[in-house]
Structures are given as C-alpha cells and as structure tokens.
C-alpha cells in the first residue's frame, strides 16, 4: 500500500510536472505568435505606407538588360557587387516635375557598402569631356539633355566602367523644402562665398516665391533651404566648379545626418513635400530595403571626379580628365576598394580618344 501511494504520488508529481511544462511551451508559443504578429503588421505597414508615397514620385521605368555596360573581368565585376551603386542627378530646370531633360546641374555616384551601410559619394564634374553617347564627346551634363536619366547613366557607365541601373532626380525646388523641413542646417561660410550667396538667394526666392534674408559670413551659420541651396550653386570663387561639387555634396551630408535625427512625423512631411519632386527607377521594394537600413548609413569620404583634371577654356570651359584611364582605376579604388581593377578596352579607347581631341 505505501508503494501504490508512493507510485501515486510520484504519478501525481510528474503528471503534474508534464502539465506545467505544457503550460509553458504553450506560454512560449503564444508570446512567438505575438511577436512573429506584430513583425507581420510593422512589415506590411511600412509597405503599404511607402505605396502610399510611392506614385507621387516620377518614374522612368529603365530596364536593367537594356542599359548597356562595358565589358568587365569578372575580377570587377564581383568587387562592385558588395556595393549598390545609384547615380543622382540635380535638375535646374526651374520648373517643377520635370525629369526627362535638362542639363543635370549636378551630377553624383552614391555608392553603399552592403556590408558596413557606409556611403560614400563622387561628384562628376558637369563640364567634364566625355563620350555622352554613340562616340559624341561634350560635357557630361548635356547627356541627361540629350536622352534623359537613361542615356546619363549609361555615360556614366561607359566612361567609368560602372554598371550602374538605378537613378534618382531631384528637381531644383525640392532642395529648398526639404532643408526648410528639417529646420535648417549649419554651414561655414567664408568672406569670398557670402557675396555671391546673397546674390543667389535673391535669385532663389524669385524661383521660389520664398522670402529668405541674406546671411553673413561665419562658422557654423543655421541657414534655410534657400540660402543653403543658394549656397550650393556658388562656382566663382577660387576653386570655380570644383568648390561648388564639394559644397553641394557638404550640403547633402548635413542634410543626411540632420534627417537621421528626425522624428517619424517630420519623415512623414519631409516625404510627402519632396516625393513629388523626385524622380526614381527604383521599384518600391528597393526604396523599402533603403528605407529600412537607412538608421544604419553613415557618410563616409566623398570627392570630385575626375581627380586628375585640365581646364581648357579654349573648347567652352570643359574639365579634361588627365588622363581618362588612370582616373578611372583611382574612382574604383576609391568607391569600390578595388586595388586591383583593370579598365575595360572601352575605357583605353576612350582615354585614348580624349587625349587625342584635347591634346592633354
């Protein structure tokens, strides 16, 4: 009799063990739907949110097989698949909307690290002398001019043996609202810009229908979209162009590390201004995947492009690359890491080519 109780009670004690562990796999199940429920509803929001903003933008649709790259080794090829690479392009049209032509006033390669999320960005000088397309050599801007975002890309990838497919566009007012949104940044402005600027915000705000007042020269002086947009288009004070590239892309980088600190409504109404200014080939998906990571960006070195380069007055003011081919080999270095690229005959043929009609 002691041992059938004994028996039992060990039963009792064990099946009541066995029920409590169920009770606790059923706990666990219970906090894993949950969670995997919510995950699910922040997921599918922020798609349908982004849908929500996405046919406000402009879209090109480009196909990937259609845009035409160089003959790469396989050696390139693989280095630059460890970055995304989007070409961005600055629209002076004074008119709002319009993305498929016009000199692209600023030309930009952002390139991301997928793997450490830091950004790095090249500006292509817009005068820069370079096959646009189908053996004609002018200034690179004039490609967009002429076939817009697609026939720019492929410039870019002809001359740069890049195999860039994606784009953005940023029209000239969409700069102003979107600083004004993120309340302004700080910029260091020297005696020689200060003129010029205040000369370019009268300019602006005529554009714009704005009313922004002319600023003096400081460190670290709070502006607003106009005199910081004003303060991007500055070429001529010492350093012409290639001053103004690097104030552009000074320009972006404020505004990047300002927008990181932005609440999510001030990201709501940042979206909703300057969508509408903007044109992608990107596909909601991808803006998405940006979107997502984008906490996790950091901004890394930027620079102009072509490093080593030639002003000659004497064919309109153009930026002759000195020379194509070695430019080239250091942008890979530089945006990709890749010490051992090789250029592409096409690039050799079009250094060759340049050199020859520039005489550089």
């Known amino acids: 009799m002691e041992r059938d109780t004994r028996g039992q009670a060990r039963g009792r004690n064990a099946g009541g063990k066995k029920r409590r ?14 969670v995997t429920a919510v995950f699910l509803v922040l997921v599918f929001g922020a798609v349908a949110f982004l849908w929500s903003k996405y046919d406000r933008m402009g879209q090109v649709l480009i196909s990937e097989k259609d ?26 049209n004074r008119s709002t909307g319009n993305f498929e032509s016009g000199n692209s006033d600023a030309i930009m390669i952002a390139s991301i690290n997928r793997e450490t999320s830091e950004v790095k960005m090249v500006s292509v000088y817009r005068d820069t002398y370079l096959d646009i397309g189908e053996g004609s050599f002018h200034k690179a801007n004039s490609a967009y001019a002429n076939g817009g975002p697609k026939q720019a890309i492929e410039m870019l990838n002809k001359n740069l043996d890049l195999t860039i497919t994606d784009y953005v566009s940023v029209d000239f007012s969409s700069l102003v609202e979107a600083i004004d949104l993120l309340g302004g940044i700080e910029l260091d402005i020297t005696e020689d810009e200060v003129g010029y600027m205040n000369d370019y915000i009268d300019t602006t705000n005529q554009i714009t229908g704005h009313g922004s007042g002319h600023v003096s020269a400081g460190t670290g002086v709070h502006v607003d979209g106009v005199q910081a947009t004003a303060y991007s288009r500055i070429r001529y004070t010492e350093g012409w162009d290639y001053k103004r590239t690097e104030r552009q892309r000074t320009v972006v980088m404020k505004m990047f590390e300002k927008a990181k600190q932005c609440d999510l409504l001030t990201l709501n109404n940042l979206l909703d201004e300057i969508l509408p200014q903007i044109s992608t080939s990107l596909s909601a998906t991808e803006l998405l995947g940006l979107a997502k990571d984008a906490a996790a960006y950091s901004m890394g070195e930027n620079a102009g492009f072509p490093f080593e380069k030639e002003s000659i007055a004497s064919m309109g003011y153009i930026v002759a690359p000195v020379d194509l081919e070695s430019n080239v080999v250091q942008l890979h270095q530089f945006l990709y890491a890749n010490e051992a690229y090789t250029p592409s005959q096409t690039v050799k043929d079009l250094s060759a080519a340049i050199r020859a009609k520039t005489g550089v």
């Not at 562990?21 to 949950?34: G, M, Y």
């Not at 390139?76 to 460890?82: H, S």
């Open 21 to 34: 562990l169920s009770r606790r796999r059923r706990q666990r199940r219970k906090v894993i739907l949950t």
């Open 67 to 92: 845009v035409k790259v160089n003959d790469l080794t396989p050696e390139t090829e693989e280095a630059m698949k460890g970055y995304l690479s989007i070409a961005v392009f600055g629209l002076d």
